[in-house]
Structures are given as structure tokens and as C-alpha cells.
């Protein structure tokens, strides 16, 4: 294979094409996936455990890794947007209709609970610091209208989300349990 041949090969296993998503976007989706898992680990076990030294490490993690998700969640959806024409097609008809709405509503969620948590972290006073960056400014001031929405909705919304999630795990398994389609494939499979 010529030069050009093996350069534009090596980049179709960073970026999506047609038949699969790309390394970058794997990526992206597995790291998430991980911190994820770590934070609703890490509340499962402030709820069930109460204050111990283990809920208070995984409570000590929480905004920082949600800070982390949302900064990826903005870096998938550039990527996203810019590979857009060439990611594998959803298919038709109904079933596709569900799997763009259940991606919608999970984009949705993801970029939703974290930014209760900030409004909420804002209004607080107490402002927003991820491993000495100063994220949001601490004004020592209470804005009752701003935590609001956090206290009522951060953690109502972020268990939707969680069960958005295992929708969208039990979907993935659907298609490669029972319709053997290869969806799953798209993002797990080999690159070539």
C-alpha cells in the first residue's frame, strides 16, 4: 500500500466512519463510562453506607470528576459534531427514532446535571474548586434562587440519568444478544 494509502488508513482508526466509530470517540465514550461508574458508585455508597471514610473519599471526588465529565461531555459533543456525516446511520423507522431520542435525552442529562450542580455550588457562596483551579469564584454571598434548582434537581436528575444508562447498556446487549446486528460492533469491534 502506498504512503497516502497507509496515512488516510491510520486516520480512519482515529476518526468515525460509516462502519464504526474511530478511537478518539471510543475513547471519549469509555472514559466517561468509568468516571460514570465512579460516581454513582461513590453515591451508592454515601447512601447506603451513611458518613464513613469511604463515602466521604468518593464525596471528596464528586464535583471534581463531575467537573471532568462535563469537560469531556463538551470535547464528545465537538468531536461528535464534527464527525457527524460519517458515524455509523441509526437505521430507520421506529427503532431509530427511539435510539436518537434515548441519545438526546442522555446528551441532555449529562450536560444538565452537572450544570444544576454548578448554579448550585455558585449560588452557595462557597463557589467551585477542582484541584486548586478556582472553577467558579466563592462570592461568600447566598443566592437562594440559584441553589434551588440544584437542591431539587441535581440528584432527581442524575438517577434518570443512571437509568438512562442502563437502558442504554441493556439496548447495546438487545443488539448483540438477540438481534446479532452489529451494532455494538460499531463501538467495540476492531478498528480495521
Known amino acids: ?18 462502519r464504526r466509530y474511530g478511537l478518539v470517540t471510543r475513547v471519549l465514550h469509555g472514559a466517561m463510562a468509568l468516571l460514570f461508574a465512579w460516581q454513582f458508585l461513590g453515591m451508592a455508597i454515601k ?3 451513611g458518613r ?6 468518593f464525596v471528596g471526588t464528586h464535583a471534581p470528576v463531575g467537573t471532568l ?3 469531556l461531555l463538551a470535547v464528545r459533543l465537538i468531536w461528535a459534531g464534527g464527525n457527524l456525516r460519517h458515524r455509523p446511520p441509526q437505521g430507520q423507522g421506529w427503532q431509530a427514532l427511539a435510539a436518537r431520542l434515548g441519545h438526546g435525552m442522555l446528551y ?14 455558585y449560588g452557595s ?7 486548586g483551579w478556582q472553577v467558579l469564584p466563592a462570592t461568600g454571598a447566598k443566592v437562594d434562587w440559584m441553589m434551588a434548582p440544584g437542591n431539587a ?4 436528575l442524575a438517577w434518570c440519568l443512571l437509568a438512562l444508562i ?3 447498556i441493556a439496548m447495546a446487549l438487545w443488539h448483540r444478544v438477540v438481534l446479532r446486528d452489529g451494532v455494538m460492533a460499531r463501538m467495540f469491534g476492531p478498528l480495521r
Request: aromatic share 6%; glycine share 18%.
Open 1 to 18: 500500500m502506498g504512503e497516502i494509502g497507509e496515512m488516510g488508513e491510520k486516520a480512519g482508526q482515529w476518526v468515525d466512519d460509516r
Open 47 to 49: 447512601l447506603s453506607q
Open 52 to 57: 464513613t471514610p469511604l463515602a466521604a473519599f
Open 69 to 71: 465529565l462535563l469537560m
Open 108 to 121: 441532555l442529562l449529562m450536560l444538565m446535571v452537572p450544570l444544576l450542580a454548578g448554579l448550585r455550588a
Open 125 to 131: 457562596g462557597r463557589g467551585l474548586n477542582v484541584w
Open 153 to 156: 434537581l441535581h440528584g432527581v
Open 166 to 168: 442502563g437502558g442504554h
